[in-house]
């Protein structure tokens, strides 16, 4: 098959998701595959233009070496709210552009904007077009006023959709509640290498590397640092106790980056908060490794959060980690009231609990009962159920 997949989100520089695993395997298996993405985070760019030409990267991987995938970026402005009109007109280009020349076979949209927009000219074309949901992606939009616009489009592409596909069941349940028909609605969860994603991973040199010796606990935490990630909270209490047996490992940039930073300073916690920024992705399992709980303390009323099961949840599970998350809907769903996910009621409740499971010496029985049931989610399995769903959507 000839794939042509939209998103709002940068390919290149921004860390693997579903997407980039599920195309990389597709690519090993024969398709071709032509990405069309956006480069979502200029605004912290020092050196940002007003105005970027379009770009094509040729044979870029990620994760599987030998996979090729083409990734265009069309021109745009880098003026905010102006960014909005320049992403709809440049990314109609250069989508009509591709079922000129690569004739897809079927067209996947995770985003908004190009993805309502590759929705009504897959109908016109009468190629089948597959709406993949990994994110409620409106309620991410930083102009709050937009939002509502943003909901709208997402209920229009979902109209236009041949196939709609959702990560986990609570997902599935939001899409269906935006007009989505059940029987064109189905779940392909998250995937994960087990290769890769192996407890028996020695985490020894990331704690040289960083200091932290044998008998010291360390709280993981990996990914994008929102604000609502509730590290920030998490990162203060520790810093304000007298824990010198506790460390938080945080790996990732974001917007929380610089807060975090000042927190660590302000405290004098540079024994306690250990910020590592972006890592290579092919060193996350070491890191991973290095603790002994994995932390997930996001608001738990944050709407981004609700109905979505972020991959690291799956990556800690498989590395054999106990996690503590906020009480989230997605996740309970996902993984249900047991003892492989522990809840909390708020970001720093997370805190006290990891002290009660260390206190309680049951890390090793949760890390085992957490990597038994992901067992299932391999990521060979998934793309088999991916390719499956595309070819259904082409067969109509």
């Known amino acids: 098959m000839n794939?042509?997949?939209?998103?709002e989100s940068d390919w290149i520089n921004?860390?693997?998701?579903q997407q980039h695993h599920l195309m990389e395997r597709l690519a090993l298996r024969g398709h071709k595959i032509v990405v069309i993405d956006y480069d979502i985070d200029w605004k912290n760019n020092p050196k940002k233009k007003i105005f970027d030409k379009r770009t094509v990267f040729n044979n870029v991987h990620k994760i599987q070496p030998g996979a090729k995938i083409r990734v265009i970026r069309p021109f745009s402005l880098k003026i905010p709210v102006l960014e909005y009109v320049s992403v709809w007109f440049s990314h109609r280009k250069e989508?009509?552009?591709?079922i000129n020349e690569f004739k897809p076979d079927v067209i996947i949209g995770l985003g908004i904007i190009n993805t309502y927009i590759a929705s009504k000219l897959a109908k016109k074309n009468n190629i089948p077009f597959v709406y993949y949901w990994i994110d409620v992606l409106h309620t991410l939009i930083s102009t709050k006023q937009f939002q509502f616009f943003g909901r709208y489009l997402e209920?229009?592409?979902?109209?236009?959709s041949s196939q709609v596909i959702a990560i986990n069941e609570k997902l599935r349940d939001y899409v269906l509640s935006l007009g989505a028909k059940k029987d064109k609605t189905v779940v392909v969860g998250t995937g994960i290498d087990l290769d890769r994603y192996d407890p028996e991973i020695d985490g020894s040199n990331i704690r040289e590397t960083y200091g932290i010796k044998k008998d010291v606990n360390v709280l993981f935490f990996m990914g994008w640092l929102y604000h609502f990630s509730g590290l920030k909270e998490v990162a203060t209490e520790l810093a304000r106790s007298d824990d010198n047996s506790t460390k938080l490992l945080i790996v990732g940039d974001g917007d929380a980056f610089d807060d975090l930073k000042k927190i660590k300073e302000d405290y004098d916690?540079?024994?306690?908060?250990i910020l590592t920024g972006k890592q290579p992705f092919d060193k996350i399992p070491e890191f991973i490794a290095s603790s002994d709980v994995c932390l997930l303390p996001v608001y738990p009323d944050e709407k981004v959060m609700q109905d979505i099961?972020?991959?690291?949840i799956y990556e800690y599970l498989a590395m054999g980690k106990p996690v503590i998350t906020t009480h989230l809907p997605g996740i309970q769903k996902e993984f249900g009231a047991n003892s492989r996910v522990v809840y909390v009621d708020g970001s720093v409740d997370s805190l006290v609990k990891s002290r009660e499971l260390i206190d309680d010496d049951i890390i090793p029985e949760l890390g085992k009962?957490?990597?038994?049931k992901i067992e299932g989610y391999d990521w060979a399995?998934?793309?088999d159920d991916f390719e499956t769903t595309l070819y259904h959507a082409c067969m109509g």
Do not use: S
Request: aromatic content about 0%; cysteine-free; proline content about 6%.
């Open 309 to 312: 099961v972020p991959i690291k």
């Open 95 to 98: 989508i009509k552009r591709q």
């Open 381 to 383: 399995k998934i793309t």
């Open 369 to 372: 009962k957490g990597r038994t």
């Open 14 to 17: 921004r860390n693997p998701h």
């Open 155 to 160: 209920k229009k592409a979902i109209g236009n």
């Open 3 to 7: 794939i042509l997949l939209v998103q």
């Open 269 to 273: 916690a540079h024994d306690q908060i």
